[in-house]
């Protein structure tokens, strides 16, 4: 818990209290009040660690300049609160040591408290260097910095102020009288410039002399600005921050720069940019995808240079590139080959940009060469078990049980395809942001709480990699002890597994589920009911054609059971097979699309293992399954 910090508020307006309070609460300030000199007194004795006070210059008090010199005098930070006719009264008090003053004929205005408070909270970190002969400027100058609180160093001339930076590189800026004996301001100015850029280090000269000659040998020598005596105490500290202000937006764009730059260099994922259909960049990443050893053996080359003749659909490489728009994002898997003749697939992600006024199109290369490989491996494993399944269906005269097993053989198949599927689409997706950064910083588009979201995303990303590892490990489990869920924790289980091979065949999911009740239940073969009439809506939708993908899924309680249907608009079952749709081997798929199992092990499971009943009927929008499950509280293991 961090420690409250104080601060004082002389202002009889309650809107302006309350709102001012609301906006130092998330700095964590405890806000005091006071009207009067008598407690302004009072509550500097009771809270000696008070920061800094704001101070409304249309108080109804006789003493208020009394209460300023008093806080000055206790080392608090005073801002003003003016009002528009107070301009004359204000010009007084912006002769006192004060550190900013804020106009109050807009509420918006009132933000600015929270710029100065940050802003004094940055100062305590910032070590600002003063040089002047003079040991009253020396002091002036520091105490007006200290208000502010810095840190201050001091030297009396120009020597001893290169022997205190060469002992202190924390300082962030110097500030230098320019008429001193021995080195001057402008021998100054050339000295620390040997070592520091006008960026690193800002200097500021202060000078009684005015000469347009003196002003601008300091600025081309490399002085940041420059400050006549007498100057008013506003306006040093108007010319220090519009100094420092620049500087760190300088030091944190060269960070953004740098993070960037890192990220581009140090991606796994290939990162390249075209202009008018060739390469001109890219990252070592690339170039190690393709075996190339040099950025010159991919410069002003296209794709096609890169890709075998035909790809693996049979259509020709330059056919299938020149369809590609350049006006919009694109995403594809491309075959490439490497500089041996060695095939690669890689997942391509093409992004056009203006970027000075060119059209580029900004490309990121993600290797999905062992995912396709397993994604075969998986074909020719789900076919196998799909052969094993009716080799052990016939050999076994059709036991039940034996389907059950064979069933789940190829099932697990499936899962297995989903799995991969379910990978790519995350790791795509870092990829993809992983290339937005990059594009920052070829737009000079640096925004640290954007950087920081996204950094956030691929972590949730990788989290999420994480979790599907598990809910995949246990969904094959033999154990059969119930469990207690609700209909929500099942059906969010399973769109965790084939939510994502949905969405990427853009069927969309509206659920209404209204019943909380737990019950128990074999969760993990609930959960295979509902992904097997899933994927065979999956199926209906994309082989009818359906432009708009739509699956509902509604979850109820009523007459001590829980029910839960599932309807695609996908037209329906044909009525002379709908009475057949539960039966063993029955399946309007292809061959190799299915065993006719599916159904009729779900129903099995429902029907036998749970105590409850599956049934399908055609709906308003296509074939509707409604699964109804007893409330049963007492877990057991299935006998």
Not at 364 to 387: A, F, M, Q, Y
Not at 458 to 476: H, V
Not at 547 to 576: C, H, K, L, M
């Amino acid at each position: 818990m961090h420690t409250k910090r104080l601060a004082l508020l002389l202002e009889e307006s309650k809107t302006i209290q309350l709102h001012i309070k609301q906006l130092m609460k998330p700095l964590n300030y405890e806000l005091h009040s006071a009207t009067t000199l008598l407690e302004t007194n009072k509550l500097l004795k009771e809270n000696s660690t008070i920061e800094i006070a704001l101070i409304s210059l249309d108080l109804q008090s006789n003493d208020i300049e009394e209460i300023v010199d008093l806080l000055i005098k206790n080392n608090i930070a005073v801002v003003l609160l003016s009002g528009m006719e107070e301009t004359s009264f204000k010009q007084k008090f912006l002769k006192k040591n004060i550190i900013d003053y804020i106009e109050k004929e807009s509420m918006s205005n009132f933000n600015d408290i929270t710029k100065i408070l940050q802003r004094l909270d940055i100062n305590t970190t910032q070590t600002i260097l003063v040089v002047d002969d003079s040991a009253l400027y020396r002091t002036l100058i520091s105490n007006l910095l200290l208000r502010h609180k810095f840190k201050i160093l001091e030297a009396k001339d120009g020597v001893e102020a290169l022997e205190v930076l060469e002992k202190n590189k924390d300082i962030k800026l110097i500030i230098t009288d320019y008429e001193m004996p021995g080195l001057n301001g402008l021998e100054v100015i050339k000295s620390v410039r040997k070592t520091y850029s006008i960026n690193e280090l800002p200097i500021i000269v202060i000078s009684a002399l005015d000469t347009s000659s003196t002003i601008v040998d300091c600025l081309k020598n490399g002085a940041n600005d420059y400050l006549h005596k007498p100057f008013s105490n506003q306006e040093l500290y108007s010319r220090l921050y519009l100094t420092l202000s620049y500087k760190e937006n300088l030091d944190a764009v060269q960070e953004h720069k740098n993070m960037y730059e890192t990220l581009f260099h140090e991606s796994s994922n290939g990162i390249l940019l075209m202009k008018e259909g060739k390469f001109i960049d890219c990252n070592d990443a690339a170039l190690k995808l393709l075996k190339l050893d040099l950025k010159s053996q991919l410069i002003n080359k296209t794709p096609c240079d890169f890709s075998p003749n035909f790809q693996a659909d049979g259509e020709c490489s330059q056919y299938k590139r020149d369809q590609l728009n350049n006006k919009k994002t694109e995403r594809f898997e491309w075959q490439y080959l490497q500089s041996d003749g060695t095939p690669i697939w890689i997942d391509v992600l093409r992004t056009p940009v203006t970027i000075n006024n060119k059209d580029i199109v900004h490309v990121v290369w993600h290797d999905i060469t062992n995912t396709k490989k397993l994604e075969e491996e998986l074909e020719v494993l789900n076919h196998s078990l799909e052969k094993r399944v009716e080799e052990e269906i016939v050999k076994n005269s059709l036991q039940a049980t034996q389907m059950l097993e064979q069933s789940r053989l190829a099932q697990m198949g499936e899962m297995l395809s989903m799995i991969a599927h379910q990978w790519r689409q995350p790791l795509a997706s870092i990829s993809s942001i992983s290339s937005t950064l990059r594009l920052d910083i070829m737009m000079d588009n640096y925004n640290s709480d954007f950087f920081q979201k996204r950094l956030g995303s691929i972590d949730e990303l990788s989290q999420y990699l994480s979790s599907t590892i598990n809910d995949f490990r246990g969904f094959f489990k033999e154990d059969k002890k119930t469990e207690l869920a609700s209909i929500s924790d099942i059906i969010d289980a399973t769109l965790k597994i084939i939510g994502s091979t949905l969405q990427t065949q853009s069927i969309n999911i509206i659920m209404n589920i209204t019943s909380t009740q737990e019950v128990a239940t074999y969760t993990n073969e609930i959960k295979q009911v509902i992904l097997n009439i899933l994927k065979n809506a999956q199926d209906a939708l994309i082989e009818n054609k359906i432009e708009d993908r739509t699956v509902f899924i509604d979850g109820y309680e009523q007459d001590n059971s829980i029910y839960i249907t599932i309807e695609d608009n996908a037209g329906g079952i044909p009525d002379e097979i709908i009475k057949n749709i539960f039966d063993p081997y029955f399946s309007t798929k292809k061959k190799k699309d299915g065993t006719g199992l599916g159904l009729y092990m779900s129903k099995t499971i429902v029907e036998e293992h749970c105590k409850g009943k599956l049934s399908v009927a055609n709906g308003t929008n296509g074939a509707q399954f409604t699964i109804s499950l007893p409330i049963i509280l007492q877990v057991t293991h299935l006998a």
